[in-house]
């Protein structure tokens, strides 16, 4: 395809015909504007008395450079025994989107907000989801705070869960943060402006280093996928950057895990039914023994995450460029995640990649409903009033999570794809290094491992197997199908 074609290929209608095509709602039902301006209206009352008031704590967001839509903030303070107490706050969303209303409604039927890289499909109105119910910077909000204390080997304990009033005083960026953590680049203004918030940030760095270190050695995963972003200049995308991670990145990864176990723990002990996130032991496990076993390692006959991951971290040190390709092949037999109902004193399937039996979301109700569902659960218990939902409407809310989120995951993927075969459509005929990702009947698949993409070789490469490394010319794309085609 020549490139003309593609530079002029609409991307954004291309995402929206994807939504349509996997089941998604594109507009919200009629009513909603009347729904808003009441919640809009309310949200101008004062704020609801009789909460815990932590606005005068030092929270601050981290999150992508471009997120309006803002769940989770953090704070962390030392204790006097050598551990540190860790608060994550959640927006309480389900202050403002009541149950069985037009807006709620329409969120359980999508269940995720869908980010397809040129636009994004909320699955809650912008008005709520960027305003009234984001934990904006200097704007007073009620929340939902996850405690823990972690003591100097990671180990978390003292979980609680309570309502209460919080104020983000700082909203910064993975990137400017991560960089300034880990001593590559300069402190952030906001961090530089202040004393005080540079040690919060620092406090709270110790603390989600010391969790990563437990939660790796009772086998947690680390993998590394290539995940990409394109750069968007007046709505074209002009160039595609890989998404690295960093201490940034990983703080707010280990508070989100702690945070959602607490929460899990927090519904056992209340003894009520709730929806859980659930990586299951693999099936595919005999792939993955002989995965390794091709690259000289040898793993257990039975699933063993701690063994997996021994291997993982072995297999980075020694073949980093290609490790994100063992990272993606691990992930794919290791299989999705799903969301389940689990009843009081029924065990959890729990998760195999982070190691950990409890685990819910909830620390994203502007963007998940099963976050916004687990909510309405303990705050039902916190009033001491009926539970909001069945076990048969819980289980039913679950299938339909894992449904649309499958749905919003093929969405996501074929925008990837689009996008790349448009911007590379201005540089057929390159050269680039890259490494076999794939062999089957429909032929052999390559990662061009400076550009971050996929495609197919068209021509050459017979007797190449996975792993191997070539230089490869960049021939031809196709945004309409997502395709890009090398050849040797």
């Not at 809009?40 to 909460?51: I, M, Q, V």
């Amino acid at each position: 395809m020549h490139s003309n074609h593609a530079a002029h290929f609409n991307l954004a209608a291309a995402a929206r015909e994807a939504m349509v095509e996997h089941g998604f709602q594109l507009q919200f039902p009629d009513g909603t504007d009347a729904e808003l301006a009441a919640i809009e209206s309310d949200a101008e009352a004062p704020l609801e008395t009789g909460l815990k008031d932590l606005r005068g704590l030092l929270w601050s967001s981290i999150d992508n450079d471009t997120s309006k839509d803002l769940d989770q903030i953090e704070w962390a303070e030392p204790l006097g025994d050598g551990r540190m107490r860790v608060l994550v706050g959640v927006a309480d969303v389900d202050a403002r989107v009541h149950k069985g209303t037009l807006i709620d409604s329409h969120a359980q039927s999508e269940t995720t907000s869908v980010y397809t890289g040129v636009k994004v499909f909320p699955m809650l109105p912008t008005q709520l989801s960027e305003g009234v119910t984001s934990l904006n910077e200097n704007e007073d909000r009620a929340a939902m705070v996850i405690e823990v204390c972690v003591d100097a080997e990671g180990a978390a304990s003292d979980g609680k869960v309570y309502r209460a009033l919080v104020r983000n005083r700082a909203q910064l960026a993975y990137n400017s943060v991560g960089e300034w953590l880990e001593g590559r680049g300069p402190v952030p203004a906001k961090i530089a402006a202040s004393v005080a918030l540079s040690a919060q940030l620092k406090l709270q760095h110790d603390a989600a280093q010391r969790m990563k270190g437990s939660r790796y050695q009772h086998g947690a995963l680390d993998l590394e996928t290539v995940e990409t972003r394109p750069v968007m200049v007046r709505e074209e995308a002009v160039e595609i950057k890989p998404l690295e991670k960093n201490d940034a990145t990983s703080l707010i990864e280990e508070f989100m895990v702690a945070a959602n176990g607490v929460m899990a723990r927090t519904l056992d002990e209340a003894r009520l039914a709730s929806i859980r996130r659930v990586v299951r032991t693999p099936k595919r496990w005999d792939r993955i023994v002989e995965l390794a076993q091709g690259l000289g390692a040898k793993l257990p006959a039975e699933p063993d995450s701690k063994a997996l991951n021994e291997f993982l971290l072995t297999r980075k040190q020694e073949d980093p460029d290609r490790f994100p390709d063992l990272s993606l092949a691990v992930v794919k037999l290791l299989g999705p995640g799903e969301y389940v109902l689990v009843r009081p004193n029924e065990v959890s399937p729990g998760h195999f990649g982070l190691a950990v039996q409890d685990y819910t979301h909830s620390t994203a109700p502007n963007r998940r409903f099963p976050d916004l569902v687990t909510q309405r659960l303990l705050k039902a218990r916190f009033a001491g009033v009926a539970q909001p939902y069945t076990e048969e409407q819980l289980e039913a809310i679950a299938a339909r999570c894992t449904r649309m989120e499958d749905a919003a995951r093929k969405v996501e993927r074929e925008m990837q794809k689009r996008i790349a075969a448009v911007v590379l459509a201005k540089r057929i005929g390159q050269s680039y290094r890259a490494v076999v990702t794939g062999v089957n009947q429909h032929g052999i698949f390559v990662r061009a491992l400076a550009a971050h993409v996929e495609g197919m070789l068209v021509n050459g490469g017979k007797g190449l197997d996975v792993g191997d490394r070539l230089t490869v010319r960049l021939v031809s794309t196709d945004p309409e199908r997502g395709f890009i085609d090398f050849a040797i």
